[in-house]
């Protein structure tokens, strides 16, 4: 063999294992770029299930990657544009002033925004450094909007609790000086009539039954207002006859003064219900009826109770001057106090009024029966 023969051998060789040298880079060049589509997927996939949005913005404030659909628009139609296009107009400038500081250092900054939709946000700003300097911003928004609410409603149930609180200790205080400024000093001075009806008998003094007369006379009005305070406290009559005679009575009890004419329509199956809930269906029906009396000027006030399968519907309607629930100072709990007592139970209440319109009360609650 020639040396012409051998070096194109030798040429044909070195081709040959070239080509299985390129034929193997392009069979790893393909597994590396299927392994790299898959780990794209993969990324792609936890970053669409994430709870939260993923958005990454130019120094310019241009998105150009969005992790999942918005609720107002598909991810391409929002690439392209300016991430500060969808806050709020008021809120824009503080948005750009978020996005300028977090391009000025590597340093992540948390924020709270709420987005032009009144979705609220809270936000972290991660810069992403390219080359020892901040190129892109990645933003990881959480939708907050819920959570505010439930700690706005738990401010508001504490403050709520505060105020009950509050009042139940003001009626304590007042129970306390009934107690001590009527009954208690009615029972002194008859103790005292008593004492000195002894002493006169005791002298053979013919008026020692005058002072005996007057304790008589003052144990009755201590008895008297015992009864009223605990008849304040609760009726004797809800515990034994139940919530429709216990509203009778209360409405023969107002009847007897100046108050409206005031109309009652029951119209129940039941019997007796949870102590409880006939309690709380007096409550709101004396405030209500007590308000109407009070401040409507009305010359008749209805009052209905109904039984609508599982639920009751307890309604108080006047015809009376009517007020803006608006201007009711916080510190009044008489109509809160019936809208908090049927969200308890469960129910809910709905007060229908203006200036000049009147005034109605809607309370709906679940039925709770027991028992004859």
Same mark, same amino acid.
């Not at 972290?124 to 819920?146: H, K």
């Not at 409880?276 to 029906?285: D, G, H, K, M, N």
């Given at each position: 063999?020639?040396?012409?023969?051998?070096?194109?051998?030798?040429?044909?060789?070195?081709?040959?294992?070239?080509?299985?040298?390129?034929?193997?880079?392009?069979?790893?060049?393909?597994?590396?770029?299927?392994?790299?589509?898959?780990?794209?997927?993969?990324?792609?996939?936890?970053?669409?299930?994430?709870?939260?949005?993923?958005?990454?913005?130019?120094? /310019?404030?241009?998105?150009?990657?969005?992790?999942?659909?918005?609720?107002?628009?598909?991810?391409?139609?929002? +690439?392209?544009?300016?991430?500060?296009?969808?806050?709020?107009?008021?809120?824009?400038?503080?948005?750009?002033?978020?996005?300028?500081?977090?391009?000025?250092?590597?340093?992540?900054?948390?924020? /709270?925004?709420?987005?032009?939709?009144?979705?609220?946000?809270?936000?972290?700003?991660?810069?992403?450094?390219?080359?020892?300097?901040?190129?892109?911003?990645?933003?990881?928004?959480?939708?907050?909007?819920?959570?505010?609410?439930?700690?706005?409603?738990?401010?508001?149930?504490?403050?709520?609790?505060?105020?009950?609180?509050?009042?139940? /200790?003001?009626?304590?205080?007042?129970?306390?000086?009934?107690?001590?400024?009527?009954?208690?000093?009615?029972?002194?001075?008859?103790?005292?009539?008593?004492?000195?009806?002894?002493?006169?008998?005791?002298?053979?003094?013919?008026?020692?039954?005058?002072?005996?007369?007057?304790?008589?006379?003052?144990?009755?009005?201590?008895?008297?207002?015992?009864?009223?305070?605990?008849?304040?406290?609760?009726?004797? +009559?809800?515990?034994?006859?139940?919530?429709?005679?216990?509203?009778?009575?209360?409405?023969?009890?107002?009847?007897?003064?100046?108050?409206?004419?005031?109309?009652?329509?029951?119209?129940?199956?039941?019997?007796?219900?949870?102590?409880?809930?006939?309690?709380?269906?007096?409550?709101?029906?004396?405030?209500?009826?007590?308000?109407?009396?009070?401040?409507?000027?009305?010359?008749?006030?209805?009052?209905?109770?109904?039984?609508?399968?599982?639920?009751?519907?307890?309604?108080?309607?006047?015809?009376?001057?009517?007020?803006?629930?608006?201007?009711?100072?916080?510190?009044?709990?008489?109509?809160?106090?019936?809208? /908090?007592?049927?969200?308890?139970?469960?129910?809910?209440?709905?007060?229908?009024?203006?200036?000049?319109?009147?005034?109605? +009360?809607?309370?709906?609650?679940?039925?709770?029966?027991?028992?004859?």
């Amino acid at each position: 063999m020639t040396d012409d023969e051998k070096s194109k051998a030798q040429l044909i060789h070195e081709l040959d294992e070239l080509r299985q040298q390129i034929a193997h880079l392009e069979k790893h060049a393909e597994e590396r770029t299927a392994d790299l589509e898959e780990t794209n997927a993969r990324l792609r996939g936890l970053l669409d299930n994430l709870p939260d949005y993923v958005v990454i913005i130019d120094r /310019e404030g241009i998105i150009h990657f969005l992790n999942r659909r918005q609720p107002n628009g598909a991810i391409e139609r929002l +690439i392209g544009q300016h991430y500060c296009d969808y806050a709020p107009a008021e809120d824009q400038p503080r948005w750009r002033e978020l996005l300028h500081r977090a391009f000025q250092s590597t340093e992540i900054r948390s924020y /709270e925004a709420m987005d032009r939709d009144g979705v609220l946000y809270a936000a972290r700003l991660v810069p992403l450094v390219e080359d020892g300097a901040v190129r892109n911003i990645m933003v990881i928004a959480t939708d907050i909007t819920e959570r505010k609410k439930a700690e706005r409603e738990l401010r508001g149930e504490r403050e709520l609790l505060k105020n009950v609180l509050s009042l139940q /200790e003001q009626e304590r205080k007042l129970l306390t000086f009934e107690i001590h400024d009527g009954f208690v000093q009615h029972v002194n001075a008859a103790l005292m009539q008593f004492e000195a009806s002894r002493a006169r008998q005791v002298d053979g003094s013919p008026k020692a039954i005058e002072p005996l007369d007057e304790g008589l006379k003052l144990l009755r009005q201590s008895i008297a207002e015992a009864r009223q305070l605990m008849y304040g406290l609760r009726q004797p +009559i809800l515990d034994e006859y139940g919530v429709v005679a216990a509203i009778d009575h209360l409405i023969c009890e107002l009847q007897e003064s100046e108050a409206p004419e005031i109309g009652f329509a029951p119209n129940v199956q039941f019997d007796r219900l949870a102590s409880p809930l006939e309690s709380a269906i007096f409550r709101t029906v004396q405030e209500a009826l007590t308000n109407a009396c009070r401040h409507s000027g009305s010359s008749t006030v209805q009052i209905r109770l109904s039984q609508r399968g599982n639920r009751i519907e307890v309604g108080v309607e006047d015809e009376g001057t009517g007020f803006d629930p608006k201007a009711i100072k916080g510190d009044r709990f008489g109509l809160r106090g019936i809208q /908090e007592r049927a969200r308890l139970f469960g129910g809910h209440a709905t007060i229908d009024t203006a200036p000049g319109k009147g005034t109605r +009360i809607v309370i709906d609650l679940p039925l709770v029966e027991v028992a004859p």
